[in-house]
């Protein structure tokens, strides 16, 4: 019985139905279309973030020698050490190894070019353009990384030395036993605002060579996604993989990084609750027309002996219904929606999450319930022998 009174009730009241679903689909897709993007965000973000460089540094650990002469002390010396190269590819087999998006290794040496000391710093250039691809770099890159002619320099260096893109230059390493030549041509011209702006980029290979270094590397830069993990994990774990290496990670990149995630998801939750309130006013406007609307036939059905119970839950049943059409209409357009903020804001797509689906039900269902109380509660105060006499 009550069923088809609902029924005949959802039929003659379209319009209404139909206002308070729209109302309904407006909040849960907002809401879906927020919870499916927030999901997600932490690995777009980390993503992001990673355009903006390495976040683990990777040196060799060092002994500090004290220095002293009789009582006087002249404070301490730091051995030079190096790191493997052949020890690279460990950083690739820890637990959180799809974690580590890459690693670029560097040699450092102090060089003599045209008369000018300056840094020279022996790189993998294909792994520099996936760690660090805001590295602004005119001209071309460097391919090979056997690559023995070829060159990058700085933008200050470049202007130093008033040498540029199609110059050759020779590079002169003094290891106080003898002396090192090599010339090189400048294939690009870098650009960061930063330190790599003084300095001259060959590959690895010729770094080694020219210094006499072969197989070593002064720091190694890794970059790792943090998602699910604390990047001091896997630093410890790149650590125990490489004992005589200290993994360092980039504390104020870290701690930004958790902070900008913990601000957005704040925004989301907001705008959520803002959305979900405008969804409840609507239905709550709706309901309410309903229940004044249908004044009269209320108070016939409480005449002919019709409880509380049984007007509160007719009510509470529309609501129900306009709950899980809402909710299921709004999950499928927040998948929309969230698409839509992917691409726009992150150029990816969003994976569309199914666990979302009965979360976007549930709430949207109880706020529709709680946006019934007040008009359920007016319809079961509504006196049946005033109605009848028209009051």
Known sequence: MLLRVLGKSLIRRKSRIAIAIVAVIMGASITGALVTTSLNIKEKVGLEFRQYGANILLVPRSESIPVSIGDVDYGSVTEQRYLEESDLPKIKEISWAKNVLGYAPYLYSVVTVENQKTVLSGVWFDEIKRISPWWDVRGSWIDDRNDTNSAIIGIGVSEILGVGIGDAFSVSYNDTQNVSTHDV??????STGSSEDNQVFVTLHLAQSLTNLLG???????SALCIGCPVEVIAQEIEEKIPYAQAKSVKQMVRAEMEILGKIEELMLLVAAVALLASALGVMTTMTTSVVERTKEIGMMKAIGAENKKIASLFLLEALVIGLIGGLFGYVVGLGVAQFIGMSVFGSSVSPRISVLPLVLG????VVVLASAFPVRRAISIEPAKVLRGE
Do not use: M
């Open 363 to 366: 709430i949207s269902i109880a």
């Open 185 to 190: 041509n400048v294939v690009g011209i870098v």
């Open 216 to 222: 070593k590397v002064s720091t190694v830069q890794v």
